[in-house]
């Protein structure tokens, strides 16, 4: 059960750039009705099953924190639909996923957690990866602006780490993910209305079925996807998860391959392969202190 728990949601999240295409809005707006629409339905989980379950000395410090996670959450998501505009719903997907090294990174820099070796050989492979996700500036590479996709890929990358850094501090006294979610989902809903009203990208015009599928991103990846990996992955062996973790942007790629005519050129195909081998190597590790994530 709990193996497909985590095939079912890891598939699900797969589907989360997919629906943001699908959606033709403008990034500010898919990460704001993303949230806004899962909102309601995470805190009516809160309210039936996890509220019994919150440790009554449950600081206003670790709900603070998850608040801030939440928020760099929302700069994530704004950050990522802007590279899925420019290099496409694969490739972004694909470069999010290196937030498995930031954290490792982090865990160094701020807890003195000396970094494994796979991290330290997986880093460069990555790099390398990316350089060629980027095209080379080849005329063949897909993407309105391969390179600033590229650049803003990493950037998810990056503030997906912080997000999942400060997200697991503020869980540590909880046994089940409702609280901690519902809050940080309210603090990524802050984050993209704000930066959305504050840059004029922010449409809050009802339409259809661009809201079908906002909805439908907010109800799978938002909630389903994200609770059934939250509860699977800190219970399979660190192996198995680091194995699964790749199964979201290969499916991703697949699915864009498929169905928006997202076909890399080699270079970019063989940066791909290169920046999964790279996430792999430290990804066992990084599962094993359940900081590892895939992207949503």
């Known amino acids: 059960m709990t193996h497909l728990a985590a095939i079912v949601g890891i598939l699900i999240i797969s589907f989360s750039a997919i629906l943001v295409r699908l959606a033709e809005v403008s990034p500010d707006t898919a990460a704001f009705f993303r949230t806004l629409y899962a909102l309601p339905v995470l805190l009516l989980l809160w309210l039936l099953f996890g509220r019994s379950s919150k440790s009554p000395g449950r600081s206003k410090k670790l709900q603070a924190m998850a608040l801030l996670a939440g928020i760099f959450l ?3 998501l704004v950050i990522w639909h802007r590279a899925i505009e420019w290099i496409g719903a694969g490739l972004a997907t694909v470069l999010g996923n290196t937030q498995v090294i930031f954290v490792g990174f982090a865990a160094w820099l701020l807890h003195g957690e000396r970094p494994r070796r796979s991290m330290l050989v997986g880093l460069p492979i990555a790099f390398v990866g990316m350089v060629l996700v980027s095209g080379l500036g080849r005329p063949d590479a897909y993407g309105e602006n391969p390179l600033l996709g590229t650049f803003l890929g990493l ?5 997906y780490a912080i997000f999942l850094l400060l997200y697991r501090h503020s869980t540590r006294d909880e046994s089940t993910p409702f609280g901690s979610f519902s809050v940080a989902t309210m603090g990524a809903f802050l984050a993209s209305a704000a930066v959305g009203g504050l840059g004029g990208h922010l449409d809050l015009a009802w ?6 599928w906002l909805i439908a991103l ?14 699977a992955l800190p219970r399979l062996p660190a192996v198995e998860t680091s194995i699964l973790l790749l199964l979201q942007p290969m499916a991703t790629v697949l699915w864009a391959l498929l169905l928006f005519g997202e076909d890399l050129s080699v270079v970019q195909w063989l940066g791909v392969g290169l920046v999964l081998t790279g996430v792999a190597l430290p990804s066992a590790g990084s599962a094993l202190r359940g900081t590892s994530r895939p992207v949503d």
Do not use: R
């Open 207 to 212: 339409s259809w079925p661009a809201h079908g």
């Open 155 to 159: 950037l998810t990358g990056i503030t």
């Open 218 to 231: 907010a109800l799978g990846s938002q909630v389903a996807g994200w609770l059934l990996i939250g509860y």
């Open 74 to 76: 929302g700069l994530d």
